[in-house]
């Protein structure tokens, strides 16, 4: 066999090698599955809508002085003695109460809430002293301890901005105003001083509505797509008003005689509170929430 022919059977049997080596590649090689582009999770829209709330509290108040209008007693076994037109003030302290609230409103879905709210407060006793002319004796200071009942009805106008949501609270602060109906019970002075004891003075308690403002802060927590639970603090600011009318003395032993001591008005009313409620939002169920994430796509051989 000549050169040439062992070359050219050389060359034909490397290109046969070469095919099958590359046919065996394609066959061996994995075949790429193109999968559709993924979609990723896409937060649900913000929904408003109208709620109903309810919502119970805890009340520290605090009250400033008040002021009443001390006459002088006039006529009382004593002929030469006038009633005199004075001032006077009664200091105390408002116990503790506690709220019962319910209202309803409309959420915007776009961070900000309104709604309307009626809040009842438990009765406060209110507990204090005096000192002014003694019965009788107006040349005398007697010291006096003063008991009453205070309790309110509260219609409020409120808004709040919600300061977005995360991982299902929603921090928010809002502000509030309207009036409150101020309801004072019977003002009883009790004189401790020796010389009179016994004698007791009743002022009717009085009445009215009063300007009143709110600001609050808080959070709530989305617990559906429909009900959210809030807590959060309020302070409330009740303006002044008449607290209690003139008086009637009343002798346990002797009859001294009558007081003209009052009107009485106070100063005001400042009220920290803490509450806890809920919210229920109407057409806001089944309302999609935010997808959970989900990982790329990675392609799939076969």
């Known amino acids: 066999m000549s050169r040439k022919t062992l070359l050219l059977a050389a060359s034909v049997a490397l290109l046969s090698s070469a095919a099958t080596l590359a046919q065996a590649a394609d066959i061996l090689e994995p075949q790429i599955i193109e999968l559709p582009e993924p979609v990723m999770p896409v937060a649900a829209p913000a929904h408003g809508g109208w709620y ?19 006459a002088g007693l006039a006529n009382v076994g004593l002929p030469n003695v006038k009633g005199v037109l004075g001032t006077g003030v009664l200091k105390g302290s408002l116990s503790d109460s506690y709220s019962f609230g319910a209202g ?42 003063d008991t009453a009942t205070y309790e309110t009805l509260s219609l409020m106008a409120n808004a709040y901005i919600d300061l977005g949501k995360y991982h299902g609270f929603t921090p928010y602060v809002g502000a509030g105003i309207g009036g409150t109906q101020v309801k004072w019970g019977t003002l009883s002075n009790d004189y401790a001083d020796a010389a009179y004891s016994g004698f007791n003075e009743k002022h009717n308690g009085h009445t009215s509505w009063r300007y009143t403002y709110a600001l609050m802060a808080g959070a709530s927590y989305d617990v559906t797509d429909c009900v959210a639970v809030d807590a959060g603090y309020r302070y409330r600011s009740v303006a002044g008003g008449k607290m209690f009318n003139i008086g009637n003395g009343v002798a346990a032993s002797a009859p001294i005689g009558s007081s003209s001591t009052g009107p009485g008005h106070d100063k005001g009313i400042k009220s920290h509170e803490f509450r806890i409620g809920a919210r229920y939002k109407f057409g806001g169920c089944g309302t999609a929430k935010t997808a959970d994430y989900q990982p790329d796509y990675q392609p799939v051989y076969k």
């Open 52 to 70: 109903i709330r309810g919502d119970v509290g805890y009340s520290k108040n605090k009250m400033s002085d008040v002021d009443y209008i001390t």
């Open 104 to 145: 309803v409103g409309y959420d915007t879905g776009n961070y900000l809430r309104v709604d309307l709210t009626a809040d009842y407060f438990s009765k406060a006793n209110f507990k204090g002293s005096s000192t002014g002319e003694c019965p009788g004796n107006p040349t005398f200071t007697c010291t006096t301890t």
